[in-house]
């Protein structure tokens, strides 16, 4: 994701102030996340401009979206006087779902202040071009709901007027990073860079103090509360060439999915969540679209083999034996078996299988085996402990999730044909062989 990602998910409130457009359910409304003092500027019933960037064909430009205040119905604001924050809620704009929030900052990602200060506005009124980011040099105390921050020391206060409600933002490869909504500037003469956040844990205050007729979910990517919307992203089998495969293959897929009930944040709040990440990942990766379009494929492809999955407990007792672990990486999956070997398999009993997901799908060696661990890089090198080490003997063998798809599927696809039409049984249990082959050690 780059700072043109940012500028997208920005928006100006009128000619007052900055938001930042979040999506928290799967084709419901919109939320512009903004600071509560914004709104003194927006009167109850009161029409303003919301104008949001648009970029198509590598050419900046921007649309308008009215929007008319109904406090308590599309405009819910923090209880508590002091905490600078306001939400508003507008009708479904698709392309918004790429953003994850982010409970506390962390030095491994660098951060951005974004947002319309008022000098920029000035000096451009097509809107497109008042877009500015401050990269963030550090953060200092936090205080009653708010957080401090700086950017460059020359940067005024004409600079940071406006600004306020836009985002406090982090980028990664995949999805950009939450991490607050710019409240006030911490010193209104000579602010020195120097300004006040309020942490994104103060927006999910507002939506748990909300009636449920307000209809406001929690600020988590909607496909965290509905995976199944992920359905559609696997096993997609393109490189396969008998359409009527694909769809015979597509029903099955379709049909099995129907029969899992686990959700992100049931797992979440298991044993499994600390076991879930490759070493070394950053924790925002628990958001991640990857990671939880491969948990959807994981699960299938347990209900797909026979296993029992009803019960939690019983997903928590089967994920020692047979788990899964990624990694946001966008490099082939041999590029990280470093920190894939000193992940923590603690609890995995011998002749236990690890699968491991990564952005990047392998056309080729989906399947290390222990045995080739030696020849493939110096393990001693990695400064593996003797506890890890262990630990690593009980692994039978690493698969990338894609070799399902890949390996038990598409390369198989000539034979399995075979079996589609008025063999629909047969075939699901052709590929349910092919699925504990694979699972098998």
């Given amino acids: 994701m780059t700072v043109d990602d940012i500028k997208r998910y920005s ?88 953003i994850i929030v982010q409970y506390g900052f962390e ?62 933002f982090g980028l990664t490869e995949n999805q950009l990073v939450l991490l607050g909504i710019q409240s006030k500037i911490a010193k209104s003469v000579h602010p020195d860079g120097e300004f006040d956040y309020v942490p994104i844990c103060h927006f999910n205050e507002i939506i748990e103090s909300c009636p449920k007729e307000a209809h406001l979910d929690l600020l988590l990517p909607g496909y965290m509360k509905d995976l199944m919307s992920l359905g559609s992203h696997i096993m997609e089998l393109k490189e396969c060439f008998d359409k009527g495969f694909q769809a015979t293959i597509r029903a099955i897929v379709d049909e099995k999915l129907a029969e899992i009930k686990h959700s992100p944040l049931e797992i979440m709040k298991s044993s499994i969540k ?59 999956w041999v590029s990280i078996i470093e920190n894939i070997l000193k992940t923590n398999f603690e609890d995995q009993p011998k002749g236990s299988i690890v699968l491991v997901s990564t952005e990047h799908r392998p056309s080729a060696n989906f399947c290390i085996e222990n045995a080739m661990l030696d020849s493939i890089a110096d393990v001693r090198s990695f400064g593996i402990n003797i506890n890890q080490s262990k630990q690593l003997s009980n692994v039978s063998k690493f698969v990338h999730i894609s070799a399902f798809e890949n390996e038990c599927i598409v390369k198989n696809e000539r034979d399995l044909s075979k079996l589609k039409g008025t063999k629909a049984y047969e075939l699901v249990e052709a590929i349910k062989t092919k699925f504990n082959e694979l699972l098998s050690n």
């Fill in 107 to 168: 030095n491994k990602l660098k951060y951005m202040l974004c947002g319309y200060p008022l000098d920029k506005i000035k000096l451009n009124p097509t809107h497109e071009f008042a877009f500015k980011p401050h990269l963030i040099e550090d953060f200092n105390d936090s205080k009653n709901f708010l957080q401090g921050a700086i950017t460059k020391k020359n940067v005024g206060q004409e600079n940071l007027m406006g600004i306020s409600g836009g985002g406090i």
């Fill in 11 to 98: 928006v100006m409130l009128g000619r007052f102030g900055s938001g930042v457009l979040f999506q928290a359910n799967i084709a419901g409304d919109t939320y512009i996340l903004t600071a509560k003092h914004n709104l003194k500027h927006m009167a109850q019933g009161q029409t303003v401009d919301i104008t949001f960037n648009t970029l198509q064909e590598n050419n900046w430009g921007s649309r308008v979206l009215k929007f008319t205040r109904e406090d308590n119905i599309n405009c819910f604001v923090h209880t508590d006087e002091h905490c600078d924050a306001a939400i508003l809620k507008v009708p479904y704009q698709p392309g918004y779902d790429q």
């Fill in 274 to 332: 600390n076991k879930m990440l490759v070493a070394n990942e950053n924790e925002i990766a628990y958001q991640s679209r990857v990671l939880w379009s491969s948990w959807l494929e994981y699960l299938l492809v347990l209900t797909v083999a026979g296993k029992d999955l009803v019960e939690m407990s019983s997903l928590e007792t089967l994920y020692d034996s047979c788990r899964i672990i990624h990694s946001e990486t966008k490099e082939p």
